[in-house]
Nanobody
Framework: QENLVESGGGLVQPGGSLRLDCVAS????????MAWYRQYPEKFREMVAI???????DYEDSVKGRFTTSRDNAKSTVSLQMNNLLPNDTAVYYC????????WGQGTQVTVSG
């Protein structure tokens, strides 16, 4: 049973940091490209960061220099380190696995306020 579970979301002040983790099970994790998306209320999901099976990364322009994604294949985990957070970063964040099929996590809420 394939499954992706995100964790690490919460409430943080502007300028603060959060780390999101996504743990995968039931898939050959090392073969999958992994990505982070975020979704604002009543909007479609937008890609925030991607890390391929080979370790290559790319980021949406608004998060470059602030967010870093990494993966640990031994732990079947992809992480998103978010620094210098802004109120506009408030969204539900999802991880996605893409190879022979596409799988999504359940999402975790990030709120930047105060």
């Amino acid at each position: 049973q394939e499954n992706l579970v995100e964790s690490g979301g919460g409430l943080v002040q502007p300028g603060g940091s959060l780390r999101l983790d996504c743990v995968a099970s039931g898939i050959a994790f090392a073969s999958y490209d992994m990505a982070w998306y975020r979704q604002y209320p009543e909007k479609f999901r937008e890609m925030v960061a991607i890390i391929t099976s080979g370790g290559s990364t790319d980021y949406e322009d608004s998060v470059k220099g602030r967010f870093t994604t990494s993966r640990d294949n031994a732990k079947s985990t992809v992480s998103l380190q978010m620094n210098n957070l802004l109120p506009n970063d408030t969204a539900v964040y999802y991880c996605k696995a893409d190879f022979t099929a596409v799988y999504w996590g359940q999402g975790t809420q990030v709120t930047v306020s105060g």
